[in-house]
């Protein structure tokens, strides 16, 4: 079957200009995150979804950050008013369930360019 | 909060040669454990992982890992390194339960280099 796919796989914006990055999970995972990996921070956890529960946004950097889950499927991250500190590959993950610990299936990631 | 540290930032080894790569975390109580690899361009891909149980795992590509709590390590090995494996490392923790519990916490990574 697929994995994980992400769209787009890479984004250049401007300075102050929204972004939407999106996820498609593994059918039938009901657990996705979304992890941000950059140059000077590594591997960060963003965002946690799990079925119809209320998201863990603990892991958002600012309120410029969002995400959306419909339908308990594809995702979308959203970053309003980029900033260059933005710049970095955003990677998505998807899992059956959490508990007990279930494989975090990743995908390849968008790499976001903020000029 | 746990933490993760993986003390070689880039690693050079001739094809055929051992490998060794270090990981050290910090966590009050037994953590989950992971390796995952990434190739340029690719996501992230489970090599192993440790529960509980044995503390010699073995994972895919023929890479294993041990867990010696007394040194809050899990170091990668494998004994025979091919030039494929070049590729970025990353050592992850994680809570066995409780809030939180599905929140990876990433090393930096070490990058490996093979060569032929």
């Known amino acids: 079957g697929a994995g994980v796919s992400q769209s787009p796989s890479n984004k250049v914006t401007e300075k102050g200009k929204d972004v939407e990055l999106r996820c498609d999970p593994i059918?039938?995972?009901?657990?996705l995150y979304w992890y941000r990996q950059s140059l000077g921070q590594g591997l960060e956890f963003l965002i946690y979804?799990?079925?119809?529960?209320?998201?863990?946004k603990s892991g958002l950097p600012s309120d410029r950050f969002s995400a959306e889950r419909t339908g308990g499927s594809v995702s979308t991250l959203t970053i309003q008013r980029t900033q260059q500190e933005d710049s970095a590959v955003y990677l998505c993950?998807?899992?059956?369930?959490?508990?007990?610990?279930?494989?975090?299936?990743f995908g390849p990631g968008t790499r976001l360019t903020v000029l | 909060a746990q933490s993760v540290t993986q003390p070689d930032i880039h690693i050079t080894v001739s094809e055929g040669a051992s490998l060794e790569l270090r990981c050290n975390y910090s966590?009050?109580?037994?953590?989950?454990l992971f390796w995952y690899v990434q190739s340029p361009g690719q996501g992230l891909q489970l090599l192993l992982k440790?529960?509980?149980?044995?503390?010699l795992v073995q994972g895919i590509k023929g890479f294993e890992a041990e867990f010696k709590r007394s040194q809050s390590s899990f170091n990668l090995r494998k004994p025979s390194v091919h030039w494929s494996d070049a590729a970025e490392y990353f050592c992850?923790?994680?809570?066995?339960?409780?809030?939180?519990?599905?929140?990876?916490?990433f090393g930096k990574g070490t990058k490996l280099s093979v060569i032929p």
């Open positions: 993950a998807s899992s059956p369930q959490t508990l007990p610990y279930n494989e975090q299936f």
């Open positions: 059918s039938g995972h009901t657990a």
């Open positions: 979804f799990q079925g119809n529960s209320a998201p863990d």
């Open positions: 966590y009050g109580a037994t953590p989950y």
């Open positions: 440790y529960f509980s149980g044995d503390t």
């Open positions: 992850a923790v994680t809570r066995g339960s409780g809030a939180g519990s599905y929140q990876l916490t």
